[in-house]
């Protein structure tokens, strides 16, 4: 059975206190790794795709990475806007699994 | 930027009535889905869509649920006697193909409440 587990549940931040976001997957036939951000009340907005085990990326403050059984989302000098919940979802066939999320607060 | 529109963002029911809930997707996309957040839980899948046939659908999407795409810019998720259990925040989105574009956009949901 496919199983996506995140961690922590929920992280809270200094502004400028860098931290990571843990996501750890099995699922059959994974085509990729995708990482949303979802603010209260509103639908999942794309952050990144990784489709290959050593892949990294970046955006703003942000950074993605994969291994075979795992995706760190790295988030360096943090600011308050960046709080929201940040969900991990590999894509299997064409559907995506979505994990639980880690809920990050960031206090100025 | 074009975006995925849902209609309505909130709906009140009667448990057994039936609801529509109606989804816009971006003009040049292939692919259609409706997931669903229960309040506190993980965003599921429900269904996928493409080329005006399921391609894959949950679980949870039972005989109560249907989707349609009745013209060339509506995607619609229909349940046709709600329960209880069928609260939730629903999700639609597309993309043009998910595997090489990397996003699926989703728009802002349709919240249901079921009394």
């Known amino acids: 059975e496919d199983q996506v587990t995140q961690s922590p549940e929920a992280l809270r931040l200094q502004e400028g206190e860098s931290s990571s976001l843990n996501c750890s997957y099995t699922?059959?036939?994974?085509?990729?790794l995708f990482w949303y951000r979802q603010d209260p009340g509103k639908g999942p907005e794309f952050l990144f795709t990784?489709?290959?085990a050593g892949e990294e990326k970046e955006k703003e403050r942000l950074k993605a990475t994969l291994t075979k059984k795992e995706s760190f989302l790295h988030i360096t000098a943090p600011k308050p806007e960046d709080s929201a919940t940040y969900l991990c979802?590999?894509?299997?066939?064409?559907?995506?699994?979505f994990g639980t999320g880690t809920r990050l607060q960031v206090f100025p | 930027e074009p975006e995925v529109t849902q209609t309505p963002s909130h709906q009140v029911t009667q448990m057994g009535q039936e609801v529509i809930l109606r989804c816009v997707p971006i003009?040049?996309?292939?692919?259609f889905y409706w997931y669903r957040q229960i309040l506190g839980q993980k965003v599921e899948f429900l269904v996928s869509?493409?080329?005006?046939?399921?391609?894959?659908k949950s679980e949870i999407f039972d005989d109560q649920f249907s989707v349609e795409r009745p013209d060339g810019s509506n995607f619609t998720l229909k349940i046709r006697s709600t329960k209880l259990e069928d609260s939730a925040m629903y999700f639609c989105?597309?993309?043009?193909?998910?595997?090489?574009?990397?996003?699926?956009?989703f728009g802002e949901g349709s919240r249901l409440t079921v009394l």
């Open positions: 869509f493409y080329n005006n046939e399921i391609s894959e």
């Open positions: 979802a590999p894509l299997n066939t064409d559907k995506l699994i």
């Open positions: 990784l489709y290959s």
């Open positions: 699922v059959s036939g994974l085509r990729g």
């Open positions: 003009s040049n996309h292939l692919y």
């Open positions: 989105a597309s993309s043009v193909l998910v595997e090489f574009t990397g996003e699926l956009f």
